[in-house]
């Protein structure tokens, strides 16, 4: 599985836009990069997912450079409630059986 | 829907005690899995399963037990609390194939004393 890289905290204020960014350089030809968001005291949920280039859907979107030895999850306008961890995650499974590593820990000030 | 539903959702259990962590999803998924989580700390699988009558250890499978008689339900025993075990854990359900999505349950949060 390849190994990610992503920050361990950021910090935002209400109405900006976030990027959180995960290095995986050794991404192999069929994974693909899917992210999950963790609120406190819940299971992770599912935000989005990708292979190449943009993926957009009402929570989020998934830019993909054409090296794929990187990706940025970009959050529009966060909220107080989008303070969460982030997950990125390389392979072929979705979340099965993979690795999830410590994330990125968002907050969200007003 | 309830989606993936575990029970129970806090328990306290002294050293040597065993009990079972109950998962049950009403999705039809083939895949479950179970994870533990520490505090400030990623999800670490514990043992997983592939379908009815199918499990596998997880990277983190000692002291723990697992059975899955039919789709909906995925136990987890454990045998001999210890400290150690203390953690939160979680259970997610996924459809079979490739790059699907993993749904988790709310968690239980397991005290050993």
């Known amino acids: 599985l390849a190994k990610t890289t992503q920050p361990i905290s950021m910090d935002s204020y209400e109405g900006q836009e976030v990027n959180i960014t995960c290095s995986h350089n050794?991404?192999?030809?069929?994974?693909?990069i899917t992210w999950y968001q963790q609120f406190p005291s819940q299971g992770p949920r599912f935000i989005i997912q990708g292979y190449k280039t943009k993926v957009t859907n009402e929570v989020a979107s998934l830019f993909i450079p054409a090296d794929r030895k990187s990706s940025t999850l970009s959050l529009p306008r966060v909220s107080l409630s989008d303070t969460a961890v982030y997950y990125c995650?390389?392979?072929?499974?979705?979340?099965?059986?993979?690795?999830f590593g410590a994330g990125t820990r968002l907050f969200v000030k007003a | 829907n309830a989606g993936v539903t575990q029970t129970p959702k806090f328990q306290v259990l002294k050293t040597g005690q065993s009990m079972t962590l109950q998962c049950a999803q009403d999705m039809n998924h083939e895949y479950m899995s179970w994870y533990r989580q520490d505090p400030g700390m990623g999800l670490r699988l514990i043992h997983y399963s592939v379908g009815a009558g199918i499990t596998d250890q997880g990277e983190v499978p000692n002291g723990y037990n697992v059975s899955r008689s039919t789709t909906e339900d995925f136990p987890l025993r454990l045998l001999s609390a210890a400290p150690s075990q203390t953690s939160v854990y979680f259970c997610a359900s996924q459809p079979a194939g490739l790059n699907t999505e993993a749904f988790f349950g709310q968690g239980t949060r397991l005290t050993v004393v």
């Open positions: 995650l390389v392979g072929r499974t979705g979340g099965f059986k993979t690795i």
């Open positions: 050794n991404i192999a030809t069929n994974d693909y």
